[in-house]
């Protein structure tokens, strides 16, 4: 059994650096080496920095083939993060983004645009609130390759705003929009 | 064996009066708070006030059990039946108010910060007991505080009950007039 394992393990790890054609990944939620942080206005003054704790997804990448790529990512609502409990509380009230009734939002993609220079436009639709609308995240490449463990690892950083008016989420204030900041590494399969 | 008596004693009925006023008020404010705008003046204002008064409530609640216990209280009048009701509610009504204190520690702790009483000392945060902590214990303290109101509103309902129609001291003796 052991023997098997380990053959296996060989042949693939022999067969892996073939070619670099699209693999699958899974986004590496287990070991936190993927984050979905917010930046929301205070009153026009500052940011307040809050992420979602929770979500998981996997996604298709070929280095030669960006556009071929895909993704999608389900996000836990009730897992929002502003390191402050009363106010992550007020959040997720049926004020703003109501997570008890809408507790999950997913991201998933429809095309992908390469840029050029390792930089690429990620459009597709979020379901946020009940609400689906498209969204382009604009997104690059940070690095590829194996980690020290045996695996193989891809990893990106991705950006995009959101109004909240589109997903029908209370504006209060200055607060009209929310800027996403997206750390997303992916584990081959 | 303590000696009988026909009121409470001045002590009991401060606190008596002091925590029906008290619990009436942040009730109120309780239900108003939860829906100011952020730009109300008193959107931080008013839950600092709800929670210093809370904990103090809380403080004086605890004393309020010991005295209960180390002095004689005053006979309970009616019927058997109206007794084992008096008895239920006064229970209820204290546990209620045991789980406000509780669930409203519990929103403001969940993230380990603490509790300012009226700037004068705080209590602090135990952080995170349990999974989605500060929205359950929002929920128990929403539905509590509105079970306790209407508890209270059957109680004093029940000593006017006793005042007019049956004309006895329930009510009399926590004002200290028995008759």
């Known amino acids: 059994m052991k023997n098997t394992l380990l053959a296996t393990g060989l042949t693939m790890a022999l067969l892996a650096p073939m070619g670099a054609s699209a693999a699958d990944y899974v986004i590496d939620t287990k070991g936190a080496h993927a984050s979905i942080n917010f930046k929301v206005s205070h009153l026009g003054y500052s940011f307040i920095q809050g992420r979602f704790n929770t979500f998981a997804g996997e996604f298709s990448y070929d280095p030669s083939d960006i556009e071929a790529s895909s993704i999608s990512v389900n996000v836990d609502t009730t897992s929002l993060d502003s390191n402050h409990a009363e106010r992550d509380k007020h959040i997720r009230s049926g004020d703003f983004i109501d997570a008890g009734k809408y507790s999950t939002a997913t991201f998933t993609s429809s095309k992908v645009v390469d840029k050029g220079d390792g930089t690429f436009d990620l459009i597709g639709d979020l379901n946020l609130h009940g609400v689906t609308k498209p969204i382009t995240i604009n997104a690059e490449v940070i690095g590829q390759g194996q980690d020290p463990w045996g695996g193989e690892r891809v990893g990106f950083y991705g950006t995009t705003r959101l109004e909240l008016a589109d997903y029908n989420i209370q504006v209060m204030g200055d607060s009209s929009y929310v800027d996403m900041e997206l750390h997303v590494e992916g584990v081959k399969q | 064996m303590k000696q009988e008596v026909k009121n409470y004693n001045l002590v009991a009925r401060l606190i008596h009066w002091l925590s029906a006023l008290v619990i009436i008020g942040m009730f109120a404010i309780g239900l108003w708070m939860v829906d100011l705008s952020y730009y109300s003046e008193w959107y931080r204002t008013a839950p600092h006030w709800h929670k210093s008064v809370g904990i103090l409530l809380a403080v004086l609640t605890i004393f309020r059990f010991i005295w209960r216990h180390i002095t004689t209280s005053p006979k309970t009048e009616g019927s058997a039946f109206e007794r084992v009701v008096a008895r239920v509610v006064h229970g209820v009504m204290y546990l209620l108010l045991i789980t406000l204190f509780v669930s409203g520690y519990l929103i403001s702790t969940e993230d380990g910060r603490s509790i300012d009483v009226f700037n004068l000392f705080s209590v602090p945060g135990l952080g995170a007991l349990f999974e989605g902590q500060a929205d359950i214990s929002g929920e128990i303290h929403f539905y ?36």
């Open chain 2, 144 to 179: 509590t505080a509105w079970a306790l109101i209407i508890f209270a509103a059957v109680h004093a309902l029940a000593a006017i009950k006793h005042h007019v129609i049956d004309k006895d001291n329930t009510l009399r003796k926590m004002i200290g007039v028995s008759k």
